[in-house]
């Protein structure tokens, strides 16, 4: 790695788990901040990009939920998987004062506070996947069961057919 790279939070969860994890960056574009693209800008496959979403329950509160960068979360079943009646995506603008991240560069890791990390299970097929390291131009490819450690994540079906 010849360029120095500034540790996020995330990265340095991971580092003091003893996690194998590895950076990868790329050029952004603040009109597109989809998963697609960042496949398209990073050579990443679509397939082992996962956004992650913030959501709010009537039960629990604030939530996350990592899934596929082309997939799209089903509501009903966060709702279930967290012990909620319902859910619902909290607004942008409380993303950053919630999470202290940006749209585009919000990671399950190194919140502001540690919330409920559910992971789609589908993650669980990959040997590999990539998230937000926490800010935009920058992923952290991982295995999913590292994710699940260090996130103290919960797995299950979170997104749409």
Not at 122 to 139: D, E, F, H, N, V
Request: aromatic share 4%; glycine share 10%.
């Amino acid at each position: 790695m010849a360029k120095k790279i500034k540790k996020t939070n995330a990265a340095r969860i991971l580092d003091g788990l003893g996690i194998d994890y590895e950076i990868k960056t790329y050029e952004v574009d603040e009109e597109d901040l989809s998963a697609v693209h960042v496949a398209q800008v990073s050579g990443l496959d679509i397939k082992m990009i996962f956004k992650t979403l913030v959501a709010r329950g009537d039960k629990t509160g604030i939530i996350m939920a990592v899934i596929g960068g082309g997939e799209e979360l089903d509501l009903k079943a966060l709702a279930k998987a967290s012990g909620n009646k319902s859910v619902e995506m909290i607004a942008l603008k409380e993303l950053l004062p919630l999470t202290g991240y940006v749209r585009g560069g919000c990671s399950p890791l190194g919140a502001k506070k540690n919330y409920p990390v559910y992971l789609d299970s589908r993650a669980l097929t990959l040997g590999k996947i990539s998230i937000s390291a926490g800010q935009r131009g920058m992923q952290i490819i991982l295995s999913p069961q590292d994710l699940i450690r260090a996130a103290n994540a919960k797995t299950a079906e979170l997104v749409t057919d």
